[in-house]
């Protein structure tokens, strides 16, 4: 079964049930406020809902890719200074050594996966 198909089915028998509640109601006006609820939900739930999911789901990637690289970097530069501060006082060329022995490590392997050739 297709996709449209499926669709449709459901669409079918989600208008159906919305009439269907709409003929519980013994007055006229409230037949036609149940009937204009129900299809107002209808309408929501194939068009609003989908659109809500996809719109939260790219802001939240959005805010990872901006927030992520910042934190990384606060994040090292709060190590470097708690290492220059409070752990090697006197020897602060030690802390930077290291961290750019760390960073030429990384970039190192980063390269030579990138530019790994299949024979």
């Not at 669409?11 to 299809?39: H, N, P, Q, R």
């Not at 960073?103 to 980063?110: D, N």
């Amino acid at each position: 079964m297709s996709l449209f198909s499926k669709l449709k089915n459901n669409v079918a028998k989600d208008v159906g049930s919305a009439i269907s509640d709409s003929e519980k109601e013994s007055d006229v006006s409230s037949k036609i406020v149940a009937l204009t609820d129900g299809i107002t939900r209808l309408i929501k739930k194939y068009t609003l809902f989908p659109i809500e999911k996809i719109v939260s789901g790219f802001v939240g990637f959005m805010i990872a890719i901006f927030v992520g690289p910042a934190l990384v970097v606060l994040g090292i530069i709060a190590v470097v200074r708690v290492f220059n501060n409070y752990v090697l006082n006197k020897y602060v060329w030690v802390t930077e050594a290291a961290i750019g022995a760390f960073f030429l490590i990384v970039g190192t392997v980063l390269v030579k996966l990138a530019t790994k050739t299949n024979k």
